[in-house]
C-alpha cells in the first residue's frame, strides 16, 4: 500500500512539473499598446478550423500552381465576402463529375487550399502587429519631439527672445508641423488596429465554407 503511495506521489509531481515546462505562457503586450483588441499576434488555429488536420497542406501546398492562384486570389484584402465564398465554390466543383460527384482528390485540395490561406493570413498577421508596434514607436518619436520643441518655446519666451527670430521661428515650426503629423496619425490608429481583426474575419468565413465540402 505504501508502495502505491510512492509511486502515485511521484507521477503526479511528473505531471505537475511537465505541465508546468511545456506550458507557454501567453505573450505579454508590448507597453503603449494602441489597440482595444487584446494582443495576440498569433492565428488560434483550432479556434478557426475544425476540418483535419493541416500539418502535410502547410509543407505542400505551394507545390501547387493552381492552389497557388487561388490562396492569392482569396488572400486579396480587398475582396468582397460574396466573391471570396463563389470563388471557394467554384475550387471544389472543379474536383467534381459535373458538380454532382466528389473526385477522390477533393479533399486533399480543399485541405491545401485552406493550409495556403492560414499561412499567408498568418504571416499577414505577423506583419500587421509588427506595423502597428512600429507605428506606437513612430508616434513616440513626434510626441518626444512635440515635448522638446514646446519646451524651447517656453524658455525662448522666457528669455524674452522676440518670435521674429530665426530660433524661435524653427522651435515653432517644428511644432506646428509634428503637432499635425501626431494628430493625423493618431485618427489612423483604429484603422491600423481593425486590419488584424479582418484579417482573421476573412479566414474564418473562407474556413466554413471549405469545411462545408469537406463534411
Known amino acids: 500500500m505504501y508502495q502505491k503511495f510512492i509511486i502515485f506521489f511521484v507521477f503526479t509531481l511528473i505531471f505537475i512539473f511537465s505541465f508546468n515546462v511545456s506550458a507557454n505562457p501567453p505573450e505579454a503586450a508590448p507597453k503603449k499598446w494602441p489597440c482595444d483588441q487584446v494582443y495576440n499576434p498569433k492565428l488560434n488555429l483550432s479556434a478557426i478550423w475544425q476540418g483535419p488536420p493541416i500539418d502535410n497542406a502547410l509543407k505542400n501546398w505551394w507545390k501547387d500552381d493552381d492552389i497557388i492562384d487561388y490562396v492569392n486570389t482569396l488572400s486579396n484584402p480587398v475582396l468582397k ?8 465554390e467554384e475550387f471544389a466543383k472543379k474536383y467534381t463529375y459535373l458538380g454532382l460527384i466528389k473526385k477522390r482528390e477533393q479533399k486533399e485540395k480543399l485541405v491545401f487550399l485552406f493550409a495556403g490561406l ?30 522638446k520643441a514646446s519646451k524651447l518655446i517656453r524658455q525662448y519666451r522666457k528669455d524674452k527672445i522676440d518670435i521674429k ?29 481593425e486590419e488584424p481583426v479582418f484579417n482573421t474575419q476573412r479566414l474564418g468565413y473562407q474556413s466554413r465554407k471549405i469545411y462545408l465540402y469537406l463534411q
Do not use: P
Request: glycine share 4%; net charge positive.
Open 81 to 88: 465576402e460574396d466573391d471570396g465564398l463563389r470563388i471557394i
Open 165 to 193: 527670430d530665426q530660433r524661435y521661428v524653427d522651435a515653432s515650426s517644428q511644432l506646428e508641423w509634428n503637432t499635425r503629423v501626431f494628430d493625423q496619425r493618431t485618427r489612423l490608429t483604429e484603422y491600423i488596429c
Open 118 to 147: 492560414y499561412q499567408k493570413a498568418k504571416d499577414r498577421r505577423s506583419r500587421q502587429y509588427k506595423g502597428i508596434i512600429k507605428f506606437v514607436e513612430r508616434q513616440d518619436s513626434f510626441r518626444k519631439a512635440i515635448g
